[in-house]
């Protein structure tokens, strides 16, 4: 069973816009949050994460914002930049004996068009 | 590069052989995961070692499945008798884990073929 689904597979946002990716959890008992982007042929990279103490974290153009009575978190992208374009994917783990066993979801592939 | 390596890339093997891959973690960092991702889905969570002590692999996928890290150094993950089914990539990824969260640095995975 997902317990981490991201409900949209793509999307495609004009250059200089926001992107919004959306994400939403099953298990109440996850603490933490990441999102990775991935580009073709190479592993995921960590973009940005947010404790469930917090309700938003900030580095840069990047945001995620986290809605704990919503089981709901986004990754705001602004401004959105062709270099954007990636596959990014929702991560979350809740502190257990399996470490650092992240539940990811299916990801969304962002297209920051010209 | 200090970045996690991979090897190989891609292998492409017949139903019931055997495959190893091999991952070189970035050094001085002393946890090593082991995850799949199939077409369409999420990388998925396999099994971890801290140092060379493997702390979690009941999430390995059947018993075909096995992992060691002998000197807390590199790693491999083996899969005997393979099956079409066993078609992913599989991506290592390692980090220097401390009390508080840690951050996975990702490879670029092998690319497994089953025919």
């Known amino acids: 069973d997902q317990q981490v689904k991201q409900n949209s597979p793509s999307l495609s946002v004009q250059e200089g816009r926001i992107s919004i990716l959306n994400c939403d959890y099953t298990?109440?008992?996850?603490?933490?949050f990441l999102w990775y982007k991935k580009y073709p042929a190479e592993g995921p990279t960590f973009l940005i994460s947010?404790?469930?103490?917090?309700d938003k974290n900030e580095d840069g153009r990047f945001t995620v914002f986290l809605n704990k009575s919503a089981k709901h978190l986004s990754l705001h992208i602004v401004p959105s930049q062709p270099g954007d374009s990636a596959v990014y994917f929702c991560?979350?783990?809740?502190?257990?004996?399996?470490?650092?066993?992240?539940?990811f979801g299916k990801g969304t592939s962002l297209l920051v068009t010209p | 590069d200090t970045g996690v390596s991979q090897d190989p890339r891609h292998k492409i093997t017949k139903r019931g052989q055997n495959v190893t891959f091999r991952c070189d973690p970035i050094?001085?960092?002393?946890?090593l995961y082991w995850y799949r991702q199939t077409l369409g889905q999420g990388p998925e969570f396999l099994t971890y070692?801290?140092?060379?002590?493997?702390?979690?692999k009941s999430r390995l996928l059947s018993d075909r499945f096995s992992a060691e890290r002998p000197k807390g150094s590199f790693s491999t993950l083996e899969i005997q008798r393979t099956e079409q089914g066993d078609s992913a990539m599989y991506l290592c990824?390692?980090?220097?884990?401390?009390?508080?969260?840690?951050?996975?640095?990702f490879g670029s995975g092998t690319q497994l073929s089953v025919l």
């Open positions: 070692f801290q140092n060379e002590a493997q702390l979690e």
């Open positions: 991560a979350a783990k809740f502190n257990s004996n399996s470490g650092y066993a992240l539940n």
């Open positions: 947010i404790s469930s103490i917090k």
């Open positions: 298990n109440s008992m996850f603490d933490y």
């Open positions: 050094s001085e960092h002393n946890r």
């Open positions: 990824a390692s980090s220097r884990y401390t009390a508080t969260n840690e951050k996975l640095f």
